[in-house]
Structure formats: structure tokens, C-alpha cells
């Protein structure tokens, strides 16, 4: 079931039953133990930190990525990856070539206010993401009209929330931190790297 996201001056939808739970829980378990989780620095304001999640960056070759002040070169695609990369593209009738991972451990782990518009990215090309594990609370806020009240979401296990259009020009999102005790959870966000990054000197 496709449920429309209402956003002024963005595109926004969800499926909740992208998965059922047989396959969510599968692909859930396969993930979380084979995935090459790692905890990068990222650069926030003048200081280097710890991401508070884990993260793993798979893709093509070229899909070269820059965040928070660090070059990101993507593992080769497994077959688990290619198989959700396919029947995403045939949900949503759109190309990727990369998918961003993060594991929320638990309620402590969260991603603070961003866009997914960084110059590597497709401009206004469609961005899914794919929930699974633990349901977190997703929040959306327009970056310049104050008087729009914030968007809540509530990601439930195997749904695909797909962001496209001008969405990313002019809304931020966040996964804040929860204090309610929750499991862990895996969210992969599939995009389409337009050009890769410069290589840095060797």
C-alpha cells in the first residue's frame, strides 16, 4: 500500500509492506551479522567525532562518496544488497548504484539534522529507504518555512519510505535519540551517485 506523504515543495511516500516479516526478519539477521559495519569519524563543527551509529557504504566501483568530511569508497555489492537494489528499482521505477547502511544499536544511536543533498548525489533523483529491525521515529522539518510543522514517521520493520523530487532542496530529516527502550535497527538508503568524488593524493 502506497501512502502519500504530504510535503509542501517535496515528494514523499511509503510503502509499510515492502516486506512482510518472514522476509524483513531474514534480511534483518543476514545484514546485521555479514555487513562490514564500521564507525567512522565525522567532522561536525570544527571537531572530528565518532558517528553515533555504525555504517557501511556498498555500491559501484565510480560511486565515490563525500560526507562529513570524509571520502567514502564503496564495498563491492553482495548478492543480498543486489536482490533488495533490484526489487526496490522495480517498486519505484528508479536507478540506483550505491546504498548507505546504518545500524542503530539501540536508543542511543541516532542521526542528527541533514539533507542527502551533497554534489556526488543525482540532483532530485529519488532516494529509498528501506527500515529494518526495531520501529524509530523519523522527523522531517522544512528548512526555511518556520511555520510548517514538523513531519513524524514512524518507520515500522520492512517499509520503504522514498524521498524525491525537490525534497532535499528544501527539507531537512533526523532520527532523534529515544529514551523508551528499543532493539536494534538497520537502515539502508538506496541513491544514485551522479559522478565520483576527486581521489585524494597518494
Known sequence: MK??????DGECYLRTDFLDTRGADHFFSHLKRTAVWRQPRLRLFGKTVRSPRLAAWYGDPAAVYIYSGA???????????QQLRRQIEACTAARFNSVLLNLYRNGDDAMGWHSDDEKELAADAPIASLSL???RCFVMRHKRRKNLASVKIMLQHGSLLVMQGATQRHWRHAVPRTRKP???????TFRLVSQAAVQPAS
Not at 528499543?182 to 539502508?188: K, P, S
Request: proline fraction near 15%.
Open 182 to 188: 528499543v532493539g536494534a535497527r538497520i537502515n539502508l
Open 133 to 135: 529491525g526495531a520501529p
Open 3 to 8: 501512502e502519500v506523504i504530504l510535503l509542501p
Open 71 to 81: 571520502v567514502h569508497h564503496p564495498l563491492p555489492w553482495c548478492e543480498t544488497l
